[in-house]
């Protein structure tokens, strides 16, 4: 069993030294001058906002809106802590705001809202839309994170994207995609089961459809969710089965767990009644709901999954928010939809199928190719940013969610390659 190789204290210290927090404000224009002074603010600042009053997409050229991102919580469901509220919240936010830069370049802004209503929450994010090219939904407890989204989605014209649904949907797709591919299984023939009836894996199971899969079920705190039950919210509804079933029955010549619970959610006995060559994602952090050992102990032929750093295969949303963004941003999308998911899905796939770089191999300390062990790309690889955005790019103009002109996909891979 791995074990964590940090202590409280050196926690809080990174957190508080040098600089409070993980993030600060620099300026991307020089003023060391009188005349720098007249070009920044008045008179020279009234120039630019005459030509955004005349065309407000003259913001993207002459302001930070175009790489500008707001992470944006309440705080109702951060990490695996609960509902700790919207201040206790913005270590992670910031955190967030960290990734953003370091792997995709895009600057960003924490923003905590301190509201549980739906109508005021979005009031609030809607208001302050004009300073951002793309708003990432974070840590916000379910029902109320779904019909936050789709209100937000439905009547801003930026990218806003619930990084808790949809990043884990996005690399478990990639994962299982590739894991049926080592397996010589048909992704249409799958049978999944979905343990935990949450936004991720409400999510999850909602793209897992849109690759092709028929036969999911869901297992909630209560059982399997079926018809037979009253206690069951829209949302769960989607994926009910007909008839009254057992875990016993939706384990038996399961091809997929998908865990997004809690430890022990599901066990080792479940595990052996599924088929030949299983493939077991156990993401619940830090405590995975079965630990991998214990897993290869009861199934040799599996393939594991983790949300963990030190075990292989981990389903970082890394691997996909920062470059979603970056890709989406890049073209002006109006909206993050179904065929851009799709689109960096299958690119984060592809990826893990190519030869890796010496780098990463000298980074991780060992030999990294298309396995049971290696099916999703590590997080440090610097091909995700060019392959994922520009896969996410390139859907959004061919999907209608941008209206960008004589986009040239070549020369924007090669600009993003410069960025490395």
Not at 156 to 168: A, F, N
Request: net charge negative.
């Amino acid at each position: 069993m791995a074990t964590l190789t940090i202590t409280d204290e050196e926690a809080l210290h990174y957190h508080q030294h040098p600089t409070a927090g993980k993030i600060r404000v620099e300026s991307s224009k020089a003023v060391e001058t009188q005349r720098d002074l007249s070009l920044a603010y008045t008179p020279g600042v009234a120039v630019p906002c005459l030509e955004i009053e005349k065309e407000p997409d003259n913001a993207f050229k002459y302001t930070s809106k175009g790489h500008l991102v707001a992470v944006i919580s309440n705080g109702t469901a951060v990490l695996g802590l609960g509902n700790i509220g919207a201040l206790a919240s913005k270590p992670v936010m910031e955190g967030k705001g960290v990734l953003f830069k370091n792997f995709s370049g895009l600057d960003c802004f924490d923003i905590e809202v301190e509201s549980k209503e739906i109508d005021e929450f979005c009031n609030v994010v809607k208001n302050i839309a004009p300073t951002f090219g793309g708003i990432n939904l974070e840590d916000i407890k379910a029902p109320e994170c779904f019909e936050i989204e789709k209100r937000l989605v439905e009547e801003l014209d930026i990218p806003v994207m619930h990084d808790d649904q949809h990043g884990t949907a996005v690399i478990s797709a990639a994962a299982i995609i590739n894991a049926a591919k080592l397996t010589g299984k048909n992704l249409e023939s799958l049978k999944i089961v979905v343990v935990g009836a949450g936004a991720a894996a409400i999510s999850c199971a909602r793209l897992y459809r849109e690759l092709g899969v028929a036969e999911i079920y869901m297992i909630d705190s209560k059982g399997v969710v079926h018809d037979g039950r009253d206690d069951i919210n829209i949302y769960k509804k989607e994926f009910s089965a007909k008839e009254p079933l057992t875990t016993d029955d939706v384990f038996s010549g399961a091809d997929v767990v998908l865990g997004l619970s809690k430890p022990g959610s599901f066990n080792v006995e479940d595990v052996k009644k599924m088929a030949k060559d299983p493939i077991i994602f156990t993401l619940a952090n830090p405590t995975p709901e079965i630990f991998p050992d214990d897993v290869r102990a009861a199934r040799a032929d599996a393939i594991i999954a983790t949300g963990r750093s030190d075990f292989d295969n981990q389903v970082n949303n890394v691997l996909g928010f920062p470059y979603i963004f970056r890709g989406a941003m890049d073209v002006r999308a109006k909206k993050i939809n179904t065929q851009m998911k799709l689109a960096a899905a299958y690119a984060l796939a592809e990826l893990a199928c190519k030869e890796v770089p010496a780098d990463m191999v000298e980074l991780y300390g060992k030999e990294l190719s298309f396995s049971k062990d290696y099916i999703i790309p590590k997080p440090f690889d610097k091909r995700l940013i060019v392959e994922i955005s520009s896969a996410v790019a390139k859907s959004a103009i061919e999907s209608g969610s941008s209206e960008l002109k004589d986009f040239d996909i070549e020369k924007y891979r090669d600009e993003l390659a410069k960025m490395l």
